[in-house]
C-alpha cells in the first residue's frame, strides 16, 4: 500500500532539514526561500519494536518493516492559491499526497531569516491553511458552475453533488477545514464519493510539526509564550495531532546508530528532545520516530505480522479492513481465493514460546472472511 505524506510549510521553517533527518536522503537546505524546486520523495520505515521482537522470536532470515512515503514540497507563501512564488507547483503537489504534515516553526534564530520576520506559530498556520482554502474554494466553485446544465435537466447525482458542493463552500467562507470533525459530521455518507472526486487540499487529515532548537527554551518555558499558549489552544479546539521535533539535531543524528543516537542527543537536548500531541516529553526520546508513527495514525493505518524462518514482515491496512481484504497487501489474489485466516496476537505468540505451543494453549484462532483484522496481530492465510 503506498500513500504518501506531503512536509508543508513556509520558507525557512525547516522542511528540508525535517526530510533529511527522516530519509537520510540529502535534499538542498539552504537558508533562502524555495531552494527545494522539485519535491524529493522518501520511504521511510515505520518504526515498530514488535517487528523486531517477531523477527528474533522467529530466528528470522530477513525483516522487513511497514514504510510511509514522505514528500518535501516548495515552500508556500501568502498568495499560493493566486500562483504567487511556486504556489501552483506547491498545490499541485501536495494534491498528490494522501495528509499533510504541516511544519511550525517555534525557534527563535536570527541568523535564520523568517520570511515574516518575526516567529507567529498561529499565523503561519493560519497563512498555509488560508492558502488550502482559497485553492479549495476555487475547486468547489468550478466543478458547482459545472453541474449547472445537469442540474436544470434534474440529473439526480448532480443535484446530490451540487448540496455537497454548497456544504462545502460554506465551510470553506467560515475558514473551516474540510477535514474537522465538525464539517466531516454534516456530510451525509452518499455525499462521500463526490467529496473524494474532488480531492480538496483540506479534506486531507493534517498533522502539525513543531520545529525547536536545541539550546533554545525548553519546552515548559515555551509553555509560557503566549504564542505558544495560543498554540496549544488552537490544537485542543481543533483536535489536531502535533509532534515536537528538532530538525536540526535529528539531521545531525541521523547517520549514527541506535545507542550513540540517543547518548548524543541527551547531552545535546535532554528533556526537550521529543513531545508528543499529549505534552510527552522524554530525556533521548526519538523526536523523528514520533514523527513517523504519528503520520502512520494519521493515515488511518495499522501493521498485521506474518513471521517464519525465512522472512519476518510488517504489513500495512487500512484500519477496518476484514481479513480478505487484508490479504490483498500481500498479493491480489487473496481476497477472491481466502479461505480462512489463522490468527494470533503478537504478543500472545511470544508469550507461548512457539507456535506449536500456542495452538496446544487454543491461542490461535481461525477467522473466517468477516473478521477485522487487529493491529498487531500474526496472520497466515489459508487459500
Given at each position: 500500500m503506498k500513500l504518501s505524506i506531503g512536509i508543508v510549510g513556509l520558507p525557512n521553517v525547516g522542511k528540508s532539514t525535517l526530510f533529511n533527518a527522516l530519509t537520510k536522503k540529502s535534499v538542498p537546505a539552504e537558508n533562502y526561500p524555495f531552494c527545494t524546486i522539485d519535491p524529493s520523495v522518501g520511504v521511510v520505515a515505520v518504526p515498530d519494536e514488535r517487528l523486531w521482537k517477531l523477527s528474533e522470536f522467529s530466528k528470522t532470515g530477513k525483516t522487513i518493516p511497514a514504510v510511509v512515503e514522505f514528500v518535501d514540497i516548495a515552500g508556500l507563501v501568502k498568495g499560493a492559491s493566486a500562483g504567487e512564488g511556486l504556489g501552483n507547483q506547491f498545490l499541485t503537489n501536495i494534491r498528490e499526497t494522501d495528509a499533510i504534515a504541516e511544519v511550525v516553526r517555534i525557534f527563535e534564530d536570527d541568523n535564520i531569516i523568517h520570511v515574516?520576520?518575526?516567529?507567529?506559530?498561529?499565523?503561519?498556520?493560519?497563512v498555509i491553511n488560508l492558502e488550502l482554502i482559497l485553492a479549495d474554494l476555487q475547486t468547489v466553485t468550478k466543478r458547482l458552475a459545472n453541474l449547472g446544465k445537469e442540474i436544470k435537466a434534474g440529473k439526480k447525482e448532480a443535484v446530490a453533488e451540487a448540496t455537497l458542493c454548497n456544504k462545502v463552500i460554506a465551510a470553506l467562507e467560515a475558514g473551516k477545514l474540510i477535514s474537522s470533525q465538525e464539517v466531516m459530521q454534516g456530510i451525509e455518507e452518499l455525499e462521500m464519493p463526490f467529496l473524494k472526486h474532488l480531492h480538496l487540499l483540506t479534506a486531507k487529515p493534517i498533522m502539525y510539526v513543531l520545529n525547536k532548537k536545541a539550546g533554545g527554551r525548553n519546552l515548559d518555558e515555551i509553555a509560557g509564550d503566549e504564542r505558544f499558549k495560543a498554540l496549544l489552544a488552537f490544537f485542543a479546539q481543533t483536535g489536531s495531532k502535533?509532534?515536537?521535533?528538532?530538525?536540526?539535531?535529528?539531521?545531525?543524528?541521523?547517520?549514527?546508530?541506535?545507542?550513540?543516537?540517543?547518548?548524543?542527543?541527551?547531552?545535546?537536548?535532554?528533556?526537550?528532545?521529543?513531545?508528543?500531541?499529549?505534552?510527552?516529553?522524554?530525556?533521548?526520546?526519538?523526536?523523528?520516530?514520533?514523527?513517523?508513527?504519528?503520520?502512520?495514525?494519521?493515515?488511518?493505518?495499522?501493521?498485521?505480522?506474518?513471521?517464519?524462518?525465512?522472512?519476518?514482515?510488517?504489513?500495512?491496512?487500512?484500519?477496518?479492513?476484514?481479513?480478505?481484504?487484508?490479504?490483498?497487501?500481500?498479493?491480489?489474489?487473496?481476497?477472491?481465493?481466502?479461505i480462512r485466516a489463522e490468527v494470533i496476537l503478537w504478543s500472545k505468540l511470544i508469550e507461548a514460546g512457539s507456535f506449536a505451543a500456542a495452538r496446544e494453549q487454543g491461542l490461535v484462532r481461525t477467522e473466517g472472511k468477516e473478521y477485522v483484522v487487529v493491529d498487531g496481530d500474526v496472520m497466515e492465510f489459508k487459500i
Amino acid at each position: 500500500m503506498k500513500l504518501s505524506i506531503g512536509i508543508v510549510g513556509l520558507p525557512n521553517v525547516g522542511k528540508s532539514t525535517l526530510f533529511n533527518a527522516l530519509t537520510k536522503k540529502s535534499v538542498p537546505a539552504e537558508n533562502y526561500p524555495f531552494c527545494t524546486i522539485d519535491p524529493s520523495v522518501g520511504v521511510v520505515a515505520v518504526p515498530d519494536e514488535r517487528l523486531w521482537k517477531l523477527s528474533e522470536f522467529s530466528k528470522t532470515g530477513k525483516t522487513i518493516p511497514a514504510v510511509v512515503e514522505f514528500v518535501d514540497i516548495a515552500g508556500l507563501v501568502k498568495g499560493a492559491s493566486a500562483g504567487e512564488g511556486l504556489g501552483n507547483q506547491f498545490l499541485t503537489n501536495i494534491r498528490e499526497t494522501d495528509a499533510i504534515a504541516e511544519v511550525v516553526r517555534i525557534f527563535e534564530d536570527d541568523n535564520i531569516i523568517h520570511v515574516d520576520g518575526k516567529i507567529d506559530p498561529i499565523k503561519d498556520i493560519e497563512v498555509i491553511n488560508l492558502e488550502l482554502i482559497l485553492a479549495d474554494l476555487q475547486t468547489v466553485t468550478k466543478r458547482l458552475a459545472n453541474l449547472g446544465k445537469e442540474i436544470k435537466a434534474g440529473k439526480k447525482e448532480a443535484v446530490a453533488e451540487a448540496t455537497l458542493c454548497n456544504k462545502v463552500i460554506a465551510a470553506l467562507e467560515a475558514g473551516k477545514l474540510i477535514s474537522s470533525q465538525e464539517v466531516m459530521q454534516g456530510i451525509e455518507e452518499l455525499e462521500m464519493p463526490f467529496l473524494k472526486h474532488l480531492h480538496l487540499l483540506t479534506a486531507k487529515p493534517i498533522m502539525y510539526v513543531l520545529n525547536k532548537k536545541a539550546g533554545g527554551r525548553n519546552l515548559d518555558e515555551i509553555a509560557g509564550d503566549e504564542r505558544f499558549k495560543a498554540l496549544l489552544a488552537f490544537f485542543a479546539q481543533t483536535g489536531s495531532k502535533y509532534v515536537v521535533v528538532d530538525a536540526g539535531i535529528e539531521h545531525e543524528l541521523k547517520d549514527l546508530n541506535d545507542a550513540d543516537k540517543k547518548e548524543m542527543r541527551e547531552g545535546l537536548i535532554g528533556s526537550v528532545a521529543g513531545a508528543t500531541g499529549a505534552g510527552e516529553s522524554k530525556a533521548g526520546s526519538d523526536g523523528i520516530d514520533e514523527l513517523i508513527k504519528k503520520g502512520y495514525e494519521l493515515l488511518n493505518l495499522i501493521t498485521y505480522f506474518t513471521t517464519g524462518e525465512v522472512e519476518t514482515r510488517a504489513w500495512t491496512i487500512e484500519r477496518g479492513w476484514t481479513a480478505p481484504l487484508a490479504g490483498t497487501a500481500i498479493h491480489g489474489d487473496f481476497k477472491d481465493k481466502f479461505i480462512r485466516a489463522e490468527v494470533i496476537l503478537w504478543s500472545k505468540l511470544i508469550e507461548a514460546g512457539s507456535f506449536a505451543a500456542a495452538r496446544e494453549q487454543g491461542l490461535v484462532r481461525t477467522e473466517g472472511k468477516e473478521y477485522v483484522v487487529v493491529d498487531g496481530d500474526v496472520m497466515e492465510f489459508k487459500i
